[in-house]
């Protein structure tokens, strides 16, 4: 199996580098200190697997698993044991190994990657929640990834290239597209009703004309969205 | 204070004395550049950009097996993002204890 390294640190790159010559199976033919050069690289050739560190700076180890169309199978490599949970919602992640890897938890790595089906070509998701498991969401902020529950979700606003997630609690900015954050959001809970806006749907106060209530927050509806607020409210 | 150590190392590198030279060498080279970018972000109150110089420093932590100092890394870190200095000189004696060790390897 062909594999690549990605880890802002020599030292662990070389950690990574010693295990898989340990092991008959894998072959290193490249190692990167950040993933842009990795993506690159990706473009021409195609590996096996990527052992990705997910905290770099910059573009993180999760910005580059995003960007990805047709991933290998990938292992994180990270000191942050509270990344685990999060990791597992992409499908490419085979395994999750936390720093120091010792050569025993390697091997059970490479038997892992083994034993695992390829991964299957991304389909078109559309804009439906297929993606949606659970009741969580993470938010990248800052190399950091912050669980939102769904239900504590007010609205979600577009700003620029960002994405502005108003909660009962606190607001987080997010860079990514409303398309992208609402391809990830469950339908039956969520709904787009503007260009910049979706909407909490059990979050709505009340609606007047053509703007949704939400706490103090004003929503403008535009026409094209409102035919499907309107069929999915329990009017009477 | 604990005192690090090459166990970690030395089960990597097994009989491969030609890789536990590289990366023994690996150590020496990333650790002084580490310590100096944590310092003069600490210095200059750059608590966020101090608190990513803690988390590759605690890698090393970890390599050396300082099991204890590594997790006053990890508090630190924490509270360095929230721009909370607290243990500052706590961390300053792990790193210089780490240095003192890697002059001696």
């Keep these: 199996m062909k594999c ?7 030292s662990s ?6 295990l898989c010559s340990t092991l008959p199976d894998l072959e290193v033919v490249q190692e990167f200190e950040n993933a842009i050069e990795a993506i690159k ?5 195609e590996v096996d697997v ?11 180890g999760i910005d580059f698993l995003q960007t990805l169309k047709n991933p290998p199978k990938v292992v994180i490599t990270t000191s942050d044991p509270d990344f685990a949970i999060a990791s597992y919602e992409y499908e490419m992640i085979i395994d999750y190994l936390v720093k120091p890897i010792t050569p025993k938890r390697f091997e059970k790595c490479v038997q892992k990657i083994n034993s695992s089906s390829s991964i299957p070509p991304k389909q078109n998701k559309g804009t439906g929640s297929e993606n949606a498991l659970g009741e969580d969401l993470y938010i990248n902020i800052d190399r950091r990834l912050i669980k939102l529950k769904y239900k504590e979700i007010l609205l979600i606003e577009a700003k620029g290239d960002y994405i502005n997630v108003k909660t009962e609690t606190s607001e987080f900015l997010v860079h990514t597209t409303l398309k992208k954050i609402n391809s990830k959001l469950p339908a039956a809970l969520f709904l787009q009703i503007h260009r910049s806006y979706i909407i909490n749907f059990s979050k709505i106060i009340d609606i007047e004309d053509n703007s949704v209530l939400i706490e103090k927050n004003v929503i403008p509806i535009s026409r094209s969205n409102r035919p499907e607020l309107m069929r999915r409210l329990n009017l009477l | ?7 970690y190392i030395d089960e990597l590198s097994g009989d491969d004395l030609g890789f536990k030279a590289n990366f023994v060498k ?8 580490e310590k100096l970018e944590y310092i003069d972000n600490i210095d200059n109150n750059r608590t966020d950009a101090a608190s990513q110089n803690v ?7 970890n390599i050396l097996g300082l099991e204890e100092s590594y997790k006053i890394a990890v508090i630190f870190e924490e509270e360095l993002r929230l721009g909370n200095e607290r243990l500052k000189d706590d961390f300053m ?4 204890t780490i240095e003192n060790y890697l002059k001696t390897i």
Aim: without cysteine.
């Design chain 1, 4 to 10: 690549i390294i990605i880890d802002d640190e020599a």
């Design chain 2, 26 to 33: 690996i150590l020496k080279d990333e650790f002084p550049i």
């Design chain 2, 1 to 7: 204070m604990e005192i690090p150590n090459m166990n």
């Design chain 2, 93 to 96: 004696k792990i790193i210089n």
């Design chain 2, 55 to 61: 988390h590759k420093l605690k890698h090393k932590m």
């Design chain 1, 13 to 18: 790159r070389a950690i990574v580098k010693k």
């Design chain 1, 50 to 60: 990527i052992f990705l560190d997910l905290h770099m700076p910059g573009f993180s």
């Design chain 1, 41 to 45: 690289f990706l473009n021409r050739q």
